[in-house]
C-alpha cells in the first residue's frame, strides 16, 4: 500500500516535525516497498539525521539533468524522484512547443542495465519518466530493452521527436545512476532551458496520475510506439551509408579485434555495428560482455582509467594474437583504444589522439568522395588543439567551444543549418560524434569506423600507432595530460569554483 502511515520513532526528540513531514510525504507517494522500508525504518529507530540526509534537500536538475546515488528519498535517484522531474520536463514542453505537435511527434526514453540492492533500477525510473508523459497524452518511445545511450539522439532526430531522456549513469560507479535529457535537435541541453524546467519540477511535484498504476500501465498504452524495431534498423542502415567507405574490402581484414563493453550495454550494439561495416566479428570480453550492475571485475567501469581497466581485454588479446582493442564504458556512447607494440606493451591513445585520427580520416574519405568545401570539426577548448592544427592545413572550419558535449553538439547544430557537414565533434575523454549520425558522442559508430582505419592500415602493411607518428610529422606535436579528483558532494565543487574566481 501507498496509504501514508503515522510512525512514533522510539525518540520523538530525535526526529523534528519538519523532518517526520517529510518522511511520511514521501511514504504517500512511494510505491516501492523496498525503499518504503528504508524510510519507515528510519522512522522507527528515530534517525532523524538519515531522514534529512534523504529528504531534507533534493538533487538538482541542471544541463546534465539528475545524477546521484540511487536509493529512498527525494535526494536520491529513484522512481519518484525521476518522475517529478518529468512532470517538470514535461510541464516546460507544453509550455514552449505546440501542444498538438508535442503529442503527435512524442518522446524517446531509454534505459541501462543499473540496479542497486535498495531495489531501484534504471528500467523502473524510464518507466517511471514514461507515465508522467503519457499522462499528458504525449506519445513516447519506450524501450523495451536495454539499450545504448546513442541511440536516445538519434530517435530524436530520426522521428522528430520533441525531447529524449536516457537512464544512465554512463560509467559512474555502480551505486550511481543519472537521467539525462535531450533537446529536438538532438543535443543535450545548455542553460537556460535547465533553469527553466528546474523551477517547473518544484511546481509539479504532485503526481498527475495514480502514480502506481500509470507506471505499471506504460508498456501497453496505445501512446506507446510500437516502431522501434525499424527504427534500430534505420540507426545502422544510415551508419553504414554515410560513414563506412570499405565495405567491399573490410571483410578481407587479417586485424584481430578485442572489444569489451565493460560491464555495460554495449555488446550486441557493437556486433551489429560492426556487422554494418563488413568487419569479421571482434573477440570478445567474456566477463565484461554481458550486463552485470556490480561490474565485477573492474574498480571503476571507465575504460578512461586506461590499462587498468582493460587487463582482462589484453589478456584475451594475448590469447587470441590480436592486436587491438576497443573499448566502449557501459552506456557504449565512449570509445577507448590500445594498440599491442612490438615489444609487447600497450599504447594506450588518448582520447585527443583518437579525435584525431578519426578527424583525418574522415576528412580523408570526404575528399576521395569529391567534397573539400563546407567542412568543419568541432572540439571544446580543454581538447587538444592538434585538430586545429589539421584544419588550418586542410581547409577546415574548426570551431571551439566550452567543455561538455552539451556545448559541442549545440554548435555542430549550428555549422549544420549553415551547409556545413562536420566531420567529427569530439572531446578529448574519450567522446566522439562521427558525422551527421547522432547530435552526442556515439562509441558504438564511432568503434567501427575506427576498426575500418586500423583495417585499411594493416591491410597496406601498417598500423595505428606509426599512422599517429606521420600525423605529428605532418601537423605538429602536441602533448597533453589529463586527470580528474572525485568529489562526492556537488556543493564543494561550487564552493571551490566560487572562491577561485573571488580570488
Not at 6 to 21: C, G, I, L, N, Y
Not at 111 to 125: A, I, L, P
Request: charged letters at 20%; hydrophobic letters at 40%.
Amino acid at each position: 500500500s501507498t496509504t501514508s502511515r503515522s510512525f512514533q520513532p522510539r525518540d520523538e526528540t530525535m526526529v523534528d516535525a519538519e523532518t517526520k513531514a517529510l518522511a511520511e510525504g514521501w511514504l504517500a507517494v512511494d510505491y516501492l516497498p523496498s525503499t518504503r522500508a528504508i524510510v519507515e525504518k528510519m522512522l522507527a529507530d528515530g534517525d532523524g539525521a538519515g531522514l534529512k540526509t534523504l529528504l531534507g534537500s533534493r538533487l538538482a536538475f541542471g544541463t546534465a539533468g539528475l545524477r546521484g546515488p540511487m536509493g529512498a528519498g527525494y535526494n536520491r535517484m529513484n522512481h519518484v524522484t525521476v518522475f517529478q522531474c518529468t512532470q517538470g520536463i514535461v510541464a516546460y514542453l507544453l509550455k514552449t512547443c505546440d501542444e498538438a505537435s508535442l503529442k503527435e511527434k512524442g518522446v524517446v526514453i531509454g534505459y541501462d542495465h543499473r540496479k542497486h540492492e535498495c531495489g531501484v533500477d534504471s528500467q523502473m525510473m524510464a518507466r517511471a519518466a514514461a507515465a508522467a508523459c503519457q499522462a499528458k497524452g504525449i506519445k513516447t518511445y519506450m524501450f523495451d530493452q536495454h539499450v545504448c545511450t546513442p541511440m536516445i539522439p538519434f530517435t530524436v532526430k530520426n522521428r522528430g521527436c520533441f525531447a529524449g531522456m536516457m537512464v544512465t549513469a554512463s560509467h559512474n560507479p555502480k551505486a550511481d545512476n543519472g537521467f539525462k535529457m535531450y533537446g529536438s535537435n538532438g543535443a543535450q541541453l545548455c542553460e537556460p532551458h535547465d533553469t527553466h524546467i528546474a523551477s517547473l519540477i518544484l511546481e509539479n511535484l504532485s503526481p498527475w496520475v495514480h502514480y502506481k498504476a500509470a507506471v505499471e500501465s506504460v508498456m501497453a498504452s496505445p501512446l506507446r510506439a510500437n516502431d522501434l524495431p525499424q527504427l534500430m534498423d534505420s540507426y545502422y542502415a544510415e551508419m553504414a551509408s554515410t560513414l563506412c567507405f570499405h565495405k567491399s574490402t573490410n571483410p578481407s581484414s587479417t586485424l584481430k579485434v578485442v572489444y569489451t563493453a565493460m560491464h555495460g550495454v554495449g555488446t550486441p550494439f557493437a556486433e551489429r555495428s560492426f556487422a554494418t561495416f563488413g568487419h569479421p566479428p571482434f573477440i570478445g570480453v567474456e566477463a565484461q560482455n554481458t550486463p552485470d550492475p556490480t561490474f565485477p571485475t573492474v574498480a571503476y567501469p571507465n575504460p578512461e582509467e586506461g590499462k587498468g581497466a582493460l587487463e582482462l581485454s589484453f589478456q584475451a588479446a594475448k590469447d587470441a594474437g590480436a592486436t587491438l582493442v576497443l573499448a566502449n564504458d557501459p552506456d557504449a556512447d565512449r570509445l577507448a583504444v590500445s594498440e599491442l607494440q612490438p615489444n609487447g606493451s600497450w599504447r594506450m591513445f588518448s582520447g585527443n589522439e583518437i579525435g584525431m585520427l578519426l578527424a583525418h580520416w574522415l576528412w580523408e574519405k570526404s575528399v576521395e568522395k569529391g567534397q573539400r568545401e563546407k567542412l568543419a570539426v568541432v572540439a571544446s577548448t580543454v581538447s587538444s588543439k592538434m585538430t586545429r592544427a589539421l584544419a588550418e592545413k586542410e581547409g577546415i572550419r574548426f570551431e571551439e567551444t566550452l567543455t561538455g558535449f552539451k556545448w559541442i553538439c549545440n554548435k555542430k547544430f549550428d555549422l549544420q543549418q549553415e551547409g556545413y557537414k562536420v566531420l567529427l565533434a569530439f572531446e578529448e575523454s574519450i567522446g566522439f560524434c562521427c558525422g551527421d549520425l547522432v547530435n552526442d558522442k556515439d562509441g558504438v559508430c564511432a568503434m567501427s569506423v575506427f576498426a575500418e582505419m586500423a583495417s585499411q592500415l594493416h591491410i597496406k602493411g601498417s598500423n595505428v600507432s606509426a599512422h599517429m607518428e606521420g600525423l605529428y610529422e605532418k601537423y605538429g606535436h602536441f602533448v597533453s595530460r589529463q586527470g580528474y579528483v572525485t568529489v562526492p558532494d556537488p556543493k564543494l565543487t561550487v564552493d571551490i569554483f566560487s572562491k577561485l574566481r573571488e580570488g
